[in-house]
């Protein structure tokens, strides 16, 4: 229901857009974050969006580099992601809420989606 796009290989510094468009639920309905993930460590929170789009939180790790937004219109979230450093390297997936605000725990969305690779080289 949720499929992720954008991921890749980018030079430290350099930018990459992640994209998530949902089927078969409303985006809009629902609100929406950005996970990450390592081999070997727990799903990491990044960022996430109400359902109306008028709130967001990011993790401390990626607030005033990461920026992300909805457009309802489309069924899709985006993650745009500047500045990368080499620890920004991981699986980043998609997930979505039946709630009208967002959180932090993984607990809290029931939609994943399948994941994409974003790698930093130094």
């Known amino acids: 229901q949720l499929v992720e796009s954008g991921g890749g290989l980018v030079q430290a510094g350099g930018s990459l857009r992640l994209s998530c468009t949902a089927s078969g639920l409303t985006n809009s309905a629902y609100s929406m974050a950005w996970f990450r993930q390592v081999p070997g460590k727990e799903r990491e929170f990044v960022a996430a969006i109400s359902y109306s789009g008028d709130s967001t939180h990011y993790a401390d790790s990626v607030k005033g580099r990461f920026a992300i937004a909805k457009d309802n219109a489309r069924n899709t979230v985006y993650l745009q992601m500047n500045s990368l450093k080499p620890e920004d390297t991981a699986v980043y997936y998609c997930?979505?809420?039946?709630?009208?605000?967002?959180?932090?725990?993984?607990?809290?969305?029931?939609?994943w989606g399948q994941g994409t690779q974003v790698t930093v080289s130094s």
């Open positions: 997930a979505g809420s039946g709630s009208s605000w967002w959180a932090t725990t993984v607990h809290h969305y029931p939609y």
